[in-house]
């Protein structure tokens, strides 16, 4: 059973230098209980696709051309404010990427945390209050009863994150979106905060989507995997195949782009030639021919579609 349907989502930002192509025909689903990542360069398309159908993103310049995203049968495009107000932060959680930009700094922890769980529930402010301690307690944060009146800046990276982790999951939601959530902490701090949303998961039940440009992030912790590019999907797979037998060339590339200690030992790491393109006047053809090793004559001619391939959809005319 799927938990979100989304069905060929455009999003463009109307700019003084064009139409830029952000999110451009991207389809997808999401099961109950699922782990999907979504990974990418920077610019490719990850993040905002997610805080499109969330009506997250200002309005104009960004605008959703066409599409349909369903959230437990809920038309999420076409609901009104009001009640898209009522599902973010309750049925949908997301984690942004920065924690010190997310959280207010001018409130404490404690009226933050209080805020999302009163603005969608009918408890009192005392029994807000102990489901807050009881939120950072589960998230790992020591003393949280004191933790729990300090402001942003007085707390770490890592603890900062842990909050925005425990606001997510509050009020229990169906769905997390993890929008690049370790990107500002060190590598030790990282892992504690992937087991964490992982071990939350299992817990609740959760369905998740990890958002990330880091392949060894979402090696252990997913079961599908999508691989985005210039706003569109080039290969989705479950993370076996992704990491076993990749299809695409850009899947590939970004595979040999990350240190592996039973090949990189004494050999220079791979670098993807040239730069991601210009989303307000894309290449014609394939939007990764450009910098692609294995391109064909029709790359660059014709936009090859996602298509079946065994146990993948690629978007490749390899296949």
């Known amino acids: 059973m799927n938990i979100l349907e989304v069905k060929n989502l455009k999003n463009y930002f109307h700019t003084r230098d064009g139409i830029v192509k952000a999110v451009d025909d991207v389809s997808f689903h999401v099961a109950k209980g699922e782990t999907l990542g979504v990974v990418g360069e920077s610019g490719s398309g990850k993040s905002v696709t997610h805080l499109a159908y969330l009506g997250l993103l200002p309005s104009p310049p960004s605008k959703i051309e066409s599409g349909n995203v369903h959230f437990q049968g809920k038309d999420l495009l076409h609901m009104d404010l009001e009640s898209l107000r009522k599902l973010r932060g309750n049925k949908i959680s997301m984690i942004f990427q920065d924690p010190m930009t997310s959280l207010n700094p001018f409130l404490s922890i404690k009226t933050q945390l209080m805020e999302t769980i009163l603005t969608h529930t009918n408890i009192s402010e005392q029994d807000a209050y102990k ?24 707390l770490s990276g890592g603890m900062r994150q842990r909050v925005m982790i425990a606001m997510a999951l509050l009020n229990n939601p169906e769905l997390l979106i993890a929008d690049e959530p370790t990107t ?136």
């Open 131 to 154: 489901k807050s301690v009881e939120g950072l307690i589960q998230v790992g944060i020591p003393a949280a009863d004191k933790r729990i009146e300090s402001y942003p800046h007085e």
């Open 184 to 319: 500002a902490l060190d590598v030790t701090i990282q892992a504690g905060v992937l087991e964490l949303i992982d071990n939350l998961k299992k817990q609740k039940g959760m369905s998740v989507i990890l958002i990330t440009h880091d392949l060894g992030v979402v090696a252990g912790l997913t079961d599908r995997i999508i691989v985005m590019y210039a706003g569109q999907i080039k290969e989705e797979a479950s993370t076996f195949d992704i990491f076993n037998t990749p299809k695409h060339p850009y899947t590939k590339a970004l595979l040999q782009s990350v240190p592996r200690l039973d090949t990189t030992k004494g050999n220079r790491l791979l670098s993807i030639p040239g730069l991601p393109p210009d989303l307000a006047k894309p290449p014609t053809g394939c939007r990764f021919h450009p910098r692609c090793p294995e391109k064909i004559d029709k790359c660059d001619k014709e936009e090859p579609q996602l298509k079946e391939v065994g146990n993948c959809k690629v978007s490749c005319h390899l296949y």
